[in-house]
């Protein structure tokens, strides 16, 4: 599903070039839930934004279901990832001005998905989630574990092949991180949906059925 | 999606509501007087525009050469427009107007006097698109004492809705026939009238020859044919002189040439002398679009700025959208949906004031609007326009600048801390200064200068002089003679004159004489009139050479004349001088015994020119010099007087400072508009200025607290947020200056009299901008210094 084939990206910072991937191999196949592991500024973030094609890189290919990513325009790109690819961030990243209902649905009107089709869907979401009680309310109002449940949802309403989700607990306290990490370990095993967390943690990692650990940019063999 | 749009838009207003008011009212403020700035133009520039066939109407008017000036003239002879009917085949209808004077109208008891009466043509309703209410506009006009009235003097005698065809007016001397009713004649025209009588009244008998070539006295209307080309008609026009005048001018070596002047370019841009109405000013046409214009700029430059301003905060949410799958497109629709809508809310609250406001604005202006005139599908398009502009123009920045970050950046939170082009956001600041500083300078200007007119000396005392005007048309001299000795007793009144007219009436001849200079006689065109022994008196005008007139024996004989005068001859010794009729071989002449001190005949538009004034006792118009006190109890003593000696006459009275200054009406109107844009133009900078500091000071809340940390006072801390705005200020005020200078350095050339430009309106207007600068940025950026650090720097 994935194939990053020696990518490798850098910023110049007064003269000096610094690495922020280097040579990174890694192929993924589809049902696949890795955990990319390393201490902070190892790229972590780096890679889940370049897999997710929100950044970009300075040399290497990317193979995204057969498409060449390094070879795309930003239009084609974005259409690519807007399908096929959801996100969830360590700071949850919903709208504050939307109610949970609303922030689930978001993805879907960039989809042109019908009005009636995407109430269903939200719907169906809402209830998968257990959250149609709180579908009125706006973020603020809800605790962090529910805003990340919310992320979630959002970032499955649009039936993604890939979930990447970047520390997805990190604002989290243990028990409702648990939680998060088991619907997570149940979206891979009972609908098959590939995943890819960046993480700092241990626990966390294990529930992945792959481990990579970066260093400074690079995978640690 | 549309839905979705709304709905931030709408939560956005509701989260941040003082700024989405100040965002909301400035465009509303602005807009709803840019309105009526434009209400005012379009109707200006709309004058005559109204006639079915205004295109091919014109007016024939003439440029008459003397031989030592040339009067360009609305007037015309009584033949003329017959004529050219007759012998241009161009002409596809003719028609005339010739002016009544005010005059008397009785229906039983009711009557008043009528000012706008003309005697017309019949053929004039084939030119014009009058539209009959009443009666048929064929034969209206037909018969002599027909009389075609407006629908408001019609119910003014008759009443309402009942028939005026059939009725009849009375004058002292006349009866009218009423034969048909017109809608009244709108407001935007250059000839406007309540009542037409039909020409044929006055071309009976001798008084008024058609035939005569020689008297100008009459407005001269022609329809061309369609395609008729106006220069080449012009041209054609020229050997008229030799065909049909040169017998009559040649011999005082008077040339005339006719000219077909477009009707609808009259209002604007006539500048002949004898015009029907007060005309409009194509420099105030520019003034007022530009106004009109900077004040949506700066009520735009607001909503762009608060929106810039403000866009740091959705930043979060651009980088959400563009993660979740939105596209630029989407995104720059979506911020460009809320602007509109913004912008449209704006739209309707200003169409909602504008009608709310309408009565005031009609009061300054002058205009007449109404929400009829108002309902057009031009000005319901302008106001679509205006909307999208404002709301594309105001979104577009953050549109477009936002919606091009990178979604990784923006969550990283790369926006907040760049926070929008701070640069172009001071550039804008200077302008919106800039265009303030501009207009409160031109507004001092403009009002110290009119003050300044209502100081000058004017040569002649107008305080408490009351004017009051026999006009019967008959001679009355002894009836007057009788009256004034009357008034004379009156413990209330000082003195009392007479004369044919009065500094600032305008009715004054502009006569040809002979005069003896040192070179021998020379032919020259002077203003005169006449007045009786007491008029110099009744309005303190100084003799400063030889005698005022004293009995009957100066009749005729005796001529007295102002400073301008001895000074265009080159007279040593004035006193003694002569002066004949052109023409006049008898050998006889009249004397100059006395010389006056100048005095402004006309307004301070005009430099004082050379004036003549004959003795004649006893004359129509008459200078009442009450004493201070008790005025309201010597006006009702003159009115019980009056009505004892001509009690068909309605007593009207005017007074002499209200009715000379009423020469400056136009300016002082304009004046009046200008300044309250002026005011308005500054209100909306502050609005818009409130609101971007506001803005910055957030954003640099922690700017702030870190210094305040570090041991910064909060002076301190005010100072440096407010002397940014100080230096914009200051720029300003360079550009603002020299443009300033070079407007008002313009307008007070057209005035002989100015008191020229001095610093203080540039100084104190730069000084008050900068203050309200100030003021406003200070609130915010002291609010933010006096918060506690502690709790900005948790929260960051």
């Given at each position: 599903m994935i194939e990053l084939k020696h990518i490798t990206k850098w910023v110049n910072s007064g003269g000096n070039r610094i690495f922020l991937l280097r040579d990174i191999n890694l192929t993924v196949n589809e049902g696949e839930f890795i955990s990319i592991m390393g201490p902070s500024g190892s790229g972590k973030s780096t890679l889940l934004n370049v897999i997710g094609m929100l950044d970009e890189f300075n040399e290497g290919e990317y193979n995204f279901i057969g498409q060449p990513v390094h070879e795309l325009k930003e239009k084609h790109r974005s259409q690519l990832y807007k399908s096929h690819i959801g996100f969830v961030f360590q700071a949850y990243h919903l709208i504050d001005e939307l109610t949970v209902y609303e922030n689930i649905e978001t993805p879907l009107l960039y989809q042109n998905i019908k009005s009636s089709e995407r109430q269903a869907i939200v719907a169906d979401i809402l209830d998968r989630f257990n959250i149609v009680g709180k579908k009125d309310l706006f973020p603020t109002q809800l605790s962090g574990g529910q805003q990340q449940l919310v992320g979630v949802a959002r970032a499955l309403v649009a039936k993604p092949k890939l979930i990447l989700a970047d520390e997805p607990t990190g604002n989290l306290n243990s028990k409702q991180g648990e939680e998060i990490m088991e619907l997570f370990k149940k979206l891979n095993t009972e609908d098959g949906v590939t995943i890819i967390q960046a993480t700092h943690s241990e626990r966390n990692a294990a529930y992945g059925s792959k481990i990579i650990n970066l260093l400074d940019g690079r995978i640690e063999k | 999606m549309i839905k979705n749009v709304l709905l931030i838009a709408l939560r956005n207003f509701k989260k941040d509501k003082w700024y989405s008011l100040l965002n909301v009212l400035g465009l509303t403020i602005g807009i709803t007087f840019s309105l009526f700035l434009i209400f005012y133009v379009t109707d200006e520039l709309n004058y005559d525009r109204y006639h079915d066939k205004a295109d091919r109407i014109y007016r024939i008017v003439s440029y008459i050469q003397e031989r030592d000036k040339n009067t360009n003239w609305t007037a015309t002879q009584l033949p003329l427009a017959s004529t050219l009917k007759k012998d241009f085949p161009e002409v596809e209808e003719s028609g005339r107007f010739l002016n009544r004077e005010r005059t008397l109208f009785k229906n039983g008891e009711k009557s008043f006097y009528e000012t706008k009466v003309y005697y017309a043509d019949s053929t004039i309703f084939n030119i014009f698109s009058y539209k009959f209410v009443e009666g048929n506009p064929t034969h209206a006009l037909n018969e002599p004492n027909s009389i075609v009235i407006s629908k408001t003097l019609a119910e003014k005698y008759?009443?309402?809705?009942?028939?005026?065809?059939?009725k009849s007016l009375k004058t002292v001397y006349d009866l009218f026939k009423v034969t048909a009713v017109i809608e009244d004649v709108p407001s935007n025209s250059h000839l406007r009238f309540d009542m037409l009588i039909s020409l044929s009244t006055i071309l009976?008998?001798?008084?008024?020859?058609?035939?005569?070539?020689g008297g100008f006295n009459n407005f001269t209307y022609v329809l061309l044919k369609p395609g008729v080309n106006a220069d080449a008609f012009n041209k054609k026009l020229l050997p008229m002189y030799d065909k049909y005048m040169k017998a009559i001018f040649e011999q005082y070596k008077v040339k005339v040439r006719y000219e077909a002047q477009p009707i609808t370019s009259i209002h604007l841009h006539s500048d002949l002398e004898g015009e029907p109405e007060e005309l409009g000013s194509m420099s105030y046409i520019w003034i007022f679009s530009a106004v009109a214009f900077f004040m949506m700029l700066i009520a735009c430059i607001n909503y762009m700025n608060l929106t810039t301003a403000r866009s740091a905060r959705r930043a979060k949410e651009i980088g959400i959208r563009k993660v979740t799958g939105s596209s630029k497109k989407q995104l720059v629709l979506q911020f460009l949906g809320e602007s509109l809508v913004t912008a449209f809310v704006a739209v309707l609250i200003s169409a909602f004031l504008v009608l709310l406001l309408l009565p005031y604005f009609n009061s300054i202006s002058g205009k007449s609007f109404t929400l009829h005139t108002l309902m057009q599908p031009f000005n319901t398009l302008l106001l679509l326009s205006i909307g999208l502009f404002t709301g594309l123009v105001g979104g577009s920045y953050p549109a477009f600048y936002l919606s091009g970050f990178k979604p990784v950046s923006i969550l990283k939170g790369a926006l907040s801390s760049a926070s929008g082009n701070v640069n172009l956001r001071r550039i804008l600041v200077v302008l919106q200064f800039t265009i303030s500083m501009i207009m409160l300078i031109c507004t001092w200007v403009v009002y110290s200068q009119l003050s300044y007119l209502q100081k000058i000396d004017l040569g002649f005392n107008k305080e408490q002089v009351m004017t009051v005007t026999v006009n019967t048309g008959e001679d009355e001299r002894h009836k007057i003679y009788a009256m004034n000795n009357e008034f004379r007793?009156?413990?209330?009144?000082?003195n009392v004159g007479t004369g044919s007219a009065y500094p600032g009436s305008g009715n004054t001849n502009l006569n040809l004489f002979t005069v003896q200079t040192n070179n021998g006689f020379v032919d020259k065109g002077i203003e005169t009139y006449q007045v009786d022994e007491n008029f110099m008196g009744s309005l303190g005008i100084k003799i400063v050479k030889g005698r005022n007139f004293s009995t009957l024996a100066d009749t005729l004989h005796s001529i007295v004349v102002n400073e301008a005068m001895v000074k265009h001859f080159g007279w040593d010794e004035p006193l003694g001088k002569r002066v004949k009729f052109p023409g006049d071989t008898s050998g006889n002449y009249v004397e100059v015994v006395g010389v006056m001190k100048d005095f402004n005949q006309k307004s301070l538009y005009n430099p004082i020119a050379p004036l003549l004034l004959f003795y004649s006792p006893n004359n129509n118009i008459i200078q009442l010099k009450m004493n201070p006190g008790n005025v309201k109890s010597t006006i009702a003593q003159v009115e019980t007087v009056w009505k004892k000696y001509f009690p068909q006459l309605p007593f009207e009275y005017k007074f002499l400072d209200e009715d000379f200054n009423s020469q400056y009406v136009a300016d002082q109107k304009r004046g009046k508009i200008f300044a309250a844009f002026s005011i308005l133009t500054i209100f909306i900078t502050c609005l818009g200025l409130l609101g971007l500091t506001a803005f910055t000071t957030q954003q640099k809340q922690k700017e702030i607290s870190i210094r305040r940390v570090l041991g910064a006072s909060t002076m301190e801390m005010v100072i440096l947020i407010t002397k940014n705005y100080l230096w914009l200020a200051l720029i300003a005020s360079f550009i603002a200056f020299p443009v300033a200078y070079y407007f008002m350095h313009n307008w007070l050339k057209v005035f002989p009299y100015n008191d020229g430009l001095s610093l203080i309106p540039f100084i104190v207007s730069a000084f008050v901008i900068v203050v309200t600068a100030t003021i406003t940025a200070t609130y915010h950026s002291a609010k933010a210094a006096l918060t506690k650090p502690a709790v900005v720097l948790k929260t960051e």
């Open positions: - | 008759f009443g309402k809705n009942t028939p005026a065809v059939g009976r008998g001798d008084q008024n020859n058609p035939n005569s070539w007793t009156m413990p209330g009144i000082k």
